[in-house]
């Protein structure tokens, strides 16, 4: 009988444990959505077929601002235009133009360096 009884109070005081555990995970994880009890060095997450690279965003400098990368020459073809700019704070997406020409592409650049990542060109 004095076994079953220490055997139940263990066993309260390994629920009492766990479940203060589980209540400062998520604490933390509620405070920093980063945080990990434990980090497996080395170890990433395979990243799925057709899903576009994650790039960081431009290097900071101490005041806060990206630094500065020069001057990037970009050589189009005679008639083509660059349509519109946009980005995503990590990546520049320039829309080469005019539309239905064969002109048509878009080019993406490192917003933190100049360098040229790729062109999306889509041929019929």
Not at 1 to 16: H, R, Y
Not at 37 to 61: D, L, N, T, W, Y
Not at 80 to 108: H, Q
Request: with cysteine.
């Amino acid at each position: 009988m004095q076994a079953l009884k220490g055997l139940v109070v263990g066993l309260t005081i390994l629920i009492i444990v766990a479940m203060t555990v589980i209540a400062y995970g998520l604490y933390r994880k509620a405070d920093e959505p980063d945080f990990k009890f434990f980090s497996f060095g080395g170890e990433k997450a395979p990243q799925e077929a057709g899903q576009p690279a994650i790039v960081p965003g431009p290097a900071a400098q101490p005041g806060g601002l990206p630094k500065a990368f020069g001057e990037v020459m970009l050589s189009l073809p005679e008639g083509c235009v660059i349509a519109s700019v946009t980005g995503d704070g990590a990546r520049m997406f320039l829309k080469i133009g005019p539309v239905g020409g064969t002109c048509e592409r878009v080019i993406v650049v490192d917003a933190s360096n100049g360098a040229l990542l790729g062109t999306l060109k889509v041929t019929p």
